[in-house]
C-alpha cells in the first residue's frame, strides 16, 4: 500500500493547511504547546502520538471546534470557520456520533456532505447525485447504497464517512484513526481511495497509531506530544531518539547473527 510521491508535489508549494504557534487549554490542562506545522498539497501525512498527546485537540483546533488560547490557523489562507463554509475540509472522526438504529440509509449519509452546496432547501440537485454517486463508487459502496446504515459492518460503514467527505468536495481532510476496527478489504479500499485523493492534489492528515505502516503509507510523519517533536519524511521522523521522546519506546537492539 506504498503511496510515492507524485511529481506534482513538491515542498516548494504553499501550504494548504498552516498551523503557526497554537497553544490550545482545556481549564487547567495544556492540550497543545506552541504547535507549529504545515502540510503541502498532495500529501499523506501521518499524525502520531499516545493517547493524550493532543491529536484529536489539533483536529479540532484546525477544524475551529476548538478555540485557541495563542497562534494561528489557516487553510488555504482562510480561517478555519471560513474554510468550513466554504467546504474546503472534509472530516472523518474516530467514532461517528450516529443512532445506527435510525433509518437512514448509506445514500443519506453520503448526501449530507452536499449540504453545503444545496442552499437552505437542501434538495438535491443533478450535480449532487452524481457526487454522491462518484463517492460510492469510489468507496465501493455503490451495492450498498440503500442498506441501512446500522446494518453494515464497522469497516462499511467508516468507508461511508469517507465517501461523505469525498462527496463534500473538501480539498483538505483530516481522518482520525481510519483503519481503526476495520476488515481487510475496508482497509485496502480506504487506502485506494486515499492514494487517489492525493495524486488529485488534496491534503490528507491522517492520525494512526500503526506504526510499521507509517513508511509505507505516508509521504511525510509528525511526531506530536502536545507540541511537534518532529515533522518530515518517515525515516527521518522514526527515529529512536525521536520515538522515545514520543512513546517511551526503546529501540530494539538487532540480533547478532555473526
Known sequence: MTLATTPSTTTMAAPAVRVSGVTVRYGDVLALDGVDLALTPGRVCGLLGTNGSGKSTLFKTILGLVAA?????????????????????????????????????????????????????????????????????????????????????????????????????????????????????????????????????????????????????????VLLQRRVIAQGGPEEVLTPDRLFEAFGIEAQPEEDTR
Do not use: N
Open 69 to 221: 488560547e495563542r497562534g494561528r490557523v489557516r487553510l488555504h489562507g482562510h480561517d478555519p470557520a471560513a474554510a468550513r463554509k466554504a467546504g474546503l475540509v472534509g472530516y472523518v472522526p474516530q467514532s461517528e456520533q450516529v443512532d445506527w438504529a435510525f433509518p437512514v440509509r448509506v445514500v443519506d449519509v453520503v448526501m449530507m456532505g452536499r449540504y453545503g452546496h444545496m442552499g437552505i432547501t437542501r434538495r438535491p440537485r443533478r450535480a449532487d447525485r452524481e457526487a454522491v454517486a462518484e463517492a460510492l463508487e469510489r468507496t465501493d459502496l455503490t451495492g450498498l447504497a440503500h442498506r441501512q446504515i446500522g446494518a453494515l459492518s464497522g469497516g462499511q460503514r467508516k468507508r461511508a464517512f469517507v465517501a461523505r467527505g469525498i462527496a463534500q468536495g473538501a480539498s483538505v481532510f483530516l481522518l482520525d484513526e481510519p483503519f481503526a476496527g476495520v476488515d481487510k478489504r475496508s482497509e485496502a479500499t480506504i487506502v485506494e481511495v486515499l492514494r487517489a485523493m492525493r495524486d488529485d492534489g488534496h491534503t490528507l492528515l491522517v492520525s494512526t497509531h500503526d506504526l510499521a505502516s507509517v513508511p509505507e503509507f505516508c509521504d511525510e510523519a
